[in-house]
């Protein structure tokens, strides 16, 4: 067994996670590197503070990796749902 396969192994549930965010839910992780990174990591504060994303360069794929912290596609889909209403109450045009 090679390294790659070993981590891939002990971590597939945290790679499937990521995944099922980043390839079902983009459209939303798209819309938060929109916005000021400052009220982005404010609002994922009161969803899930595991979400934040801290640094310089916040794309898609560094809000999706955020959700490796999460258990479960149910607790990945809440917080989904939390993240899309406090977008659409702070602009509503969206």
Not at 52 to 72: E, F, K, M, N, P
Request: proline share 1%; net charge negative; glycine share 2%.
């Amino acid at each position: 067994m090679t390294l790659r396969e070993y981590v891939t192994s002990k971590h597939k549930n945290e790679i499937s996670l990521v995944e099922y965010v980043y390839t079902e839910h983009r459209d939303t992780l798209d819309r938060l590197t929109r916005r000021n990174k400052i009220f982005v990591n404010k609002m994922l504060e009161e969803v899930n503070i595991k979400l934040c994303v801290h640094g310089g360069a916040r794309t898609s794929t560094d809000y999706a990796i955020q959700y490796l912290y999460l258990d479960s596609i149910y607790e990945v889909e809440n917080c989904i749902n939390k993240i899309k209403e406090l977008l659409f109450i702070s602009d509503p045009f969206a």
